[in-house]
């Protein structure tokens, strides 16, 4: 059972600057919620209570986020406004929220590791909170790998596929299709080259991780830019015939460029006002 998610937070945002100059990056809204409480959401959808917080300096607006506002409360009761709050008041009293801070961003694969004393051993998710994804009317994403979790009980990644020419900007897998949109991995690399790409299967940020990935982690030297990759610590296990990508039904929209951010503002616009 996937009873935590693990939510690595401690990245600057330098594509959002200046906007991320003082705030962090989860906090940016798409229409009036931030990208980290879709996130949680999400988690609470597939089933998952726990939220793990991995963050850093000037992350303390997350922590501000998923606690009550007694000021902000009492000033607002009675009025027209007092509704705004009530959809995420009743999330956080549905979870327990933990933290723990990055002291240097070493990675991806890095701040997973940094999560191990908030998430123990036992299997659990991440979620990277600017991949945003919807499943209008369905099941969550992680709802989707929790479910096939508990039939396959090794790690999942969230894949999709990509334009060749964007091969450099994800992790991509290569495996053998067992079921409909569900791989057997054998090869993963992180942020290849088009030339070089063993296919065009993109991770995105989703997923369901057996707990010897830290034992793993604390072995994987620097890769990709010299940060430790959560990939290329994944291909270990993919080794040993442990690890399945799947393709999700949903949407999902790439909210760490602006470009991305924009989309899904624009969706959810419509959705909500049409
Ligand atoms: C990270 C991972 C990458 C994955 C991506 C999904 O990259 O390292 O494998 O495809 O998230 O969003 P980042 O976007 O942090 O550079």
Redesign the pocket.
């Known amino acids: 059972m996937i009873r935590k998610c693990l939510f690595p937070a401690a ?1 600057y945002g330098t594509r959002f600057l200046p906007a991320t100059k003082a705030t962090p990056k989860e906090m940016l809204p798409v229409l009036t919620k931030p990208l980290i409480q879709y996130g949680v959401e999400e988690a609470l959808e597939a089933g998952i209570h726990t939220m793990a917080i991995v963050t850093g300096r000037g992350k303390r607006a997350i922590e501000d986020h998923f606690d009550i506002s007694y000021e902000l409360e009492h000033q607002i009761k009675g009025t027209s406004k007092e509704p705004l709050l009530h959809e995420i008041r009743a999330l956080i009293d549905r979870c327990t929220f933990s933290y723990t801070r990055q002291r240097e961003m070493k990675g ?1 694969g890095h701040a997973i590791l940094t999560g191990e004393t908030l998430i123990g051993e036992e299997p659990f998710a991440v979620l ?1 909170a ?2 945003l994804c919807e499943n209008s009317g369905g099941q969550g994403v992680l709802g989707q790998m929790v479910t096939l979790y508990n039939k396959h009980r090794c790690s999942i990644v969230a894949i999709e596929k990509v334009p060749r020419h964007e091969t450099d ?3 991509i897998v290569a495996g053998e299709e067992i079921g409909e949109g569900l791989y057997r991995v054998h090869d993963m690399v ?2 290849p080259s088009p030339e070089k790409t063993p296919s065009t299967l ?4 989703r997923y369901i991780l057996t707990p010897d990935i830290f034992d793993i982690l604390r072995e994987t030297p620097p890769g990709r830019g010299g940060e430790i ?3 290329d610590a994944l291909l270990r296990q993919a080794r040993k015939g442990r690890v399945l990508a799947y393709r999700f039904q949903g949407q999902r929209f790439d909210c ?1 460029s602006v470009e991305g951010f924009v989309m899904a503002t624009n969706h959810f616009y419509k959705k909500f006002h049409s």
């Open positions: 990245g991806l990277l600017d991949d900007k994800y992790g992180e942020k993109a991770i995105i940020g990759q959560i990939t760490g």
